[in-house]
């Protein structure tokens, strides 16, 4: 059976580190709090000079080099981004010209967190469609210039850094199983940057005073939506393959919230911490960019076996939400 299968995965993070601790100077908020309300200890920050595509860049080598791919061979690179190096061209277009994926279409998916998801979807139906053989999937991001650092609601939460995986045909029984992507644009205002496209263009008196360009959160509503729809992801991808949660080896989450985390593989029975990764308390919610760099820790440290399921679950501004099931 043409399925397509991860065979390469990459990760890129910036070197400067800012802890809990930096933050008490900035904020009034506490190590404490952050810890305990959201898992957080510390995020990377990109310096200045390196950009979206820095990461994403650096991220994509790395998983061509795992998979043995050149860049030549990609048929297609979708990059998952809500923080693009420019509105337009897209930052794909610029990691094209990087690596030299000289014969690949290149675009940028928005869909917030749940962006790699929706890129390897994609990736997905293009492989068992027989219309690409090799495609890059990348989730990266620069969250931290569109962070507001005076507001403590969402300046400790957020980081920057990079994740892709390389998708490639294979026959056989092993690779992604199926892919669920839903959305839910009732919630548009929940979790947005007012600022910066042409509702509020970054040029105008109101942008600069209200200070549109800063992203915006209902911390509390998006949390409750979180745990409710990363679980009916999951399962609904599990359905769609005659399996239960007892089946997964390894839940790959969306990095948000260690509580949002909790909950979900709770409300799962996936409560082994052997069966969940966790890396948020080194890199906070790096949106698009978390899942792949989980799944990238995860895969070098030897924690996906032959044969394994594991199943990526993810949840993002729009809303938007949305799993993968892998047979590795
Ligand atoms: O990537 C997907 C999208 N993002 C998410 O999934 C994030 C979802 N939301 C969350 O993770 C949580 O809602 C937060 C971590 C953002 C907030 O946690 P919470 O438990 O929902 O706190 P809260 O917003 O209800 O605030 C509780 C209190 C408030 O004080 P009062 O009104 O009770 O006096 C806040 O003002 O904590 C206060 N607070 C803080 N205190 C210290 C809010 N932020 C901070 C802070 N430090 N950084």
């Known amino acids: 059976m043409l399925r397509s299968k991860i065979t390469g995965t990459g990760s890129a993070l910036p070197e400067k580190i800012l802890t809990n601790s930096d933050l008490e100077r900035m904020v009034d908020t506490s190590d404490e709090w952050i810890t305990t309300r959201t898992g957080i200890k510390q995020r990377r920050i990109a310096a200045e000079g390196q950009f979206t595509s820095t990461f994403?860049?650096?991220?994509?080598?790395?998983?061509?080099?795992?998979?043995?791919?050149?860049?030549?061979?990609?048929?297609?690179?979708?990059?998952?981004?809500?923080?693009?190096?420019?509105?337009?061209?897209?930052?794909?277009?610029?990691?094209?010209?990087?690596?030299?994926?000289?014969?690949?279409?290149?675009?940028?998916?928005?869909?917030?967190?749940?962006?790699?998801?929706?890129?390897?979807?994609?990736?997905?139906?293009?492989?068992?469609?027989?219309?690409?053989?090799?495609?890059?999937?990348?989730?990266?991001?620069?969250?931290?210039?569109?962070?507001?650092?005076?507001?403590?609601?969402?300046?400790?939460?957020?980081?920057?850094?990079?994740?892709?995986a390389v998708v490639e045909a294979s026959q056989g029984d092993c690779g992604i199983l199926s892919t669920h992507i839903f959305s839910n644009g009732s919630y548009w205002d929940t979790l947005y940057q007012p600022g910066c496209g042409n509702r509020n263009p970054a040029t105008s008196e109101q942008t600069i005073a209200e200070r549109l360009f800063y992203i915006k959160m209902e911390g509390n509503d998006v949390f409750k939506h979180a745990v409710r729809a990363m679980e009916e992801a999951a399962c609904t991808a599990l359905s769609a393959n005659g399996m239960t949660p007892a089946d997964v080896s390894l839940l790959i989450p969306h990095q948000a919230n260690r509580r949002i985390i909790d909950a979900t593989a709770k409300r799962l029975g996936i409560t082994e911490e052997d069966r969940v990764v966790i890396n948020l308390h080194n890199y906070g919610n790096t949106s698009s960019a978390s899942i792949p760099i989980s799944l990238d820790e995860a895969n070098r440290s030897g924690r996906m076996k032959t044969g394994d399921i594991v199943l990526l679950d993810a949840f993002g501004g729009g809303f938007t939400y949305g799993s993968a099931l892998i047979r590795c």
């Open 56 to 164: 994403a860049v650096e991220a994509s080598r790395s998983a061509l080099a795992m998979a043995g791919v050149k860049a030549e061979e990609l048929d297609l690179i979708i990059l998952g981004t809500v923080t693009p190096d420019f509105p337009f061209p897209s930052t794909a277009c610029i990691v094209q010209h990087e690596i030299g994926a000289v014969n690949a279409a290149a675009f940028d998916l928005s869909a917030a967190c749940s962006g790699f998801i929706y890129g390897l979807s994609i990736a997905d139906k293009y492989i068992r469609c027989g219309d690409a053989k090799k495609v890059l999937v990348i989730g990266a991001e620069v969250l931290s210039r569109v962070v507001d650092w005076t507001d403590r609601n969402t300046c400790i939460l957020f980081g920057d850094g990079s994740g892709a």
